[in-house]
């Protein structure tokens, strides 16, 4: 004996009426949010980026070749706000930074091309904040700045390439009070 079942015309209609208003109500990506940055539509007004004389909001990216990407920003209401990438035509990262309404925020890295630490700096309400270190290519430590409110305080240090305290000084309510070492510097014509 075979049971044959039937379906119901209005569960048809229903469920595919239901598809077509989830499809429609989902947010799609549209292609224009990514646009390379020698697009003719980008200009600038100011700290505004625009794209058709409106303010951006997508990703400006740029290529070294069809596989490799040079750099993307990311655009809201046209200033950078949130994440920008740059990377070495070796496909080895070069910046990683942070935005907030055009603003640095948060951790900024950069490294050398053979990947050595380059910089790594800290924002906070558009302001340095915190220790800020840099780094020769050899990976020789260059200097260390420590920020509070965006301004140089308590000891600051610099060593030469050779990996030698080339200046050590120490600031305090934004004078120099102290200077711990100092190395002669030659001057060349």
């Known amino acids: 004996m075979s049971v044959k079942s039937k379906i119901n015309p209005a569960l048809i209609k229903l469920w595919f009426c239901i598809s077509l208003l989830y499809i429609s109500c989902k947010p799609s990506l549209k292609t224009e949010n990514y646009i390379l940055c020698a697009d003719p539509g980008l200009s600038s ?58 603003y640095y925020d948060g951790l900024q890295r950069g490294w050398w091309e053979n990947e050595r630490n380059r910089f790594l ?18 990976g020789m430590r260059k200097r260390n700045n420590y920020y509070k409110n965006g301004k140089e305080e308590g000891i600051q240090t610099q060593w030469g390439i050779d990996g030698r305290p080339h200046l050590s000084y120490e600031i305090k309510n934004g004078s120099i009070i102290t200077i711990f070492r100092t190395k002669n510097c030659v001057y060349v014509q």
């Not at 700290?47 to 909001?57: A, D, H, M, V």
């Not at 070294?64 to 209401?77: A, G, H, R, W």
């Not at 700096?121 to 050899?138: I, V």
């Open 45 to 102: 007004k100011g700290e505004l980026i625009l794209y058709k004389n409106r303010p951006f909001t997508g990703i400006i990216y740029a290529m070294y070749s069809v596989k490799d990407t040079l750099f993307y920003e990311t655009y809201k209401e046209g200033l950078l706000q949130g994440p920008s990438k740059k990377w070495y035509p070796n496909q080895k990262p070069s910046e990683e930074l942070f935005f907030n309404n055009g």
């Open 121 to 138: 700096t800290r924002y906070r309400n558009k302001q340095l904040e915190g220790l800020s270190e840099f780094w020769y290519p050899s």
